[in-house]
């Protein structure tokens, strides 16, 4: 049965078997046309169809149109769900209970986003309850890519009538171990097209008053700075390229923004505004609402101009990511929040991107 759609994205290019589970292309939609596309390899975004100031849907987020380009991605994360560990472990390792365990190296020195196999590369089961709701259920194995324990976890992607994509996470494990999970989406709010736009003239608001610096590996410092007098000061709008190339120590090991910006939060865990942004030229807007305490901001630092969905191809800088999480290396850093799940102990998480249009 064809899927009819707004995206353009066609149900058997999604489909196969890999290791003797399924793949396929769900679709989400509300009654205002305002559409997100999703396969369960990797809980991949692959498109969300939100209208312009003029009523122009266009597909906002970058992805790929088949399930070999999904998981041959040059981008191996590209608006993928990521686990077990979101960001990076400083040199892969971190002590639970006395024990060292050993993680992958991906990244530099380091471990990053759950490792090579982590969650963004695996076939998730799948059931879509209603139009709107596409429920995801993976059992990651005691020992799988080297974290302990096994997690079982669900996530629930759902779209509102406020155009809104509501993704929740809920994690139980039989072991001590750490969760951070998060969404990769890279959402080029001008559309992705060939070649799709720059973010750099988005007008960008975070609401967070500190930042957490890196060293020249992508690894926080320990410490949490006020973002006053810095380019990384987004608690009014600017524009995302205003300072993205300032002669700062932060935005050179960055390469730009690739920082966990610490949210302002009355209390722990509130579901509250996290960013704003809005995309001039279209006025397409994106809200970012989530119960973690941190956001990663990445500006599309390192991509090469690689090909996406219907021939749109991804420069650098042709998207920004906003990945609600814990911090980086935080199983390292005992004044970071905590990001041990034990037994008996049910992990969530709820993170919002809401599309609307500045007039």
Known sequence: MEIKNQCGLKR???????????TDLYILKNKKNFEVAITNYGGALV???????????????QGHDNIEEVISSPEPFLSTLIGRYGNRICKGTFTLDGKEYKLAINNGPNH??????????????????????????????DGEEGFPGTLDMTVIYSVTEDNELVIDYKGTTDKKTIVNMTNHGFFSLAGIDNPT?????LKCQ????FFIPIDDTSIPTGEVVSVKGTPFDFTTMHEVGERIDADDIQTKNGAGYDHCFVLNKKEDGELSFAAKVIEPVTGRTMEVYTTE?????????WADGYKGQHGATFPRRSAICFEAQHFPDSPNRGHFPSV????RETYTQKTVYK???EE
């Open 12 to 22: 058997e290019d999604f489909q196969t078997e890999i290791q003797g589970k399924k």
């Open 47 to 61: 498109a969300i169809m939100t209208p312009d100031r003029n009523g122009k849907l266009a597909n906002v987020i």
């Open 112 to 141: 990053l986003h759950g490792g090579p196999t982590g969650f963004h590369a695996r076939v998730w089961e799948a059931e879509q309850t209603d139009e709107s709701t596409l429920k995801l259920h993976y059992i990651s194995p």
């Open 197 to 201: 736009p720059t973010i750099e003239h």
């Open 206 to 209: 975070i609401n967070a008053d």
């Open 293 to 301: 305490p941190g956001v990663q901001v990445y500006t599309d630092n």
């Open 340 to 343: 041990v799940l034990c037994p």
């Open 355 to 357: 599309f609307g249009i």
